[in-house]
């Protein structure tokens, strides 16, 4: 499927991001997600990277912590532009139960067919398709070959023990490493592509 491209349009970029420590957390051993840096250079960056997103795909447990977060009045209030993104962008969340908490333009999918998921997604979406969160999601599209690009948001902390950025992968993905942005506040954005 990598190469292909939508007849009508520009083939669609899958890309994951996700956050972990320093020494590679992304969760810490309570499963505790508390320990990024934010400041309005993070949030400025971050509402430039939604504008290139017409569509997410998400696991179970990220969905449930969006769909808590982002419909709430406290969202609107404090990141206005995010939160109107994330509440009106088409997602897929992939959970083999079927069930997930309500929240607009949700649907869900059982991920027995994540190849054809994909392309679905590049074929209807209006801009990239992002993975937010979703280490467990990222480590099977990343096995499957349907991740364009990897960007890791290193945060200047070291937590010493918790749940590995990409727990479960179970076999070598050559990476080609892509650009660096260094934020103030010590955050640093790491971009990499999968080689075929």
Aim: some cysteine; hydrophobic content about 40%.
């Amino acid at each position: 499927m990598r190469g292909e491209s939508v007849p009508d349009g520009p083939r669609r970029k899958v890309f994951a991001f996700l956050f972990c420590s320093l020494d590679g957390y992304h969760e810490g051993a309570d499963g505790e997600l508390d320990f990024g840096v934010y400041d309005e250079e993070f949030f400025d960056w971050n509402l430039r990277q939604t504008r290139e997103v017409g569509a997410l795909l998400l696991g179970r447990r990220t969905h449930e912590h969006f769909a808590e977060v982002w419909p709430t009045p406290e969202a609107a209030e404090r990141l206005p532009e995010v939160a109107a993104f994330m509440n009106a962008v088409p997602k897929t969340v992939v959970t083999r139960s079927g069930r997930v908490t309500p929240w607009e333009n949700t649907r869900v999918t059982d991920g027995a067919d994540l190849g054809a998921e994909v392309a679905r997604l590049r074929a209807e979406s209006s801009g990239d398709v992002a993975v937010f969160g979703s280490s467990g999601l990222t480590v099977t599209l990343l096995e499957q070959g349907l991740v364009d690009e990897l960007r890791v948001l290193l945060y200047p902390v070291l937590l010493g023990r918790g749940r590995s950025l990409l727990a479960g992968l179970r076999e070598r993905v050559p990476l080609a490493a892509g650009a660096v942005t260094v934020f103030r506040s010590g955050n640093v954005l790491l971009r990499y592509h999968p080689r075929p």
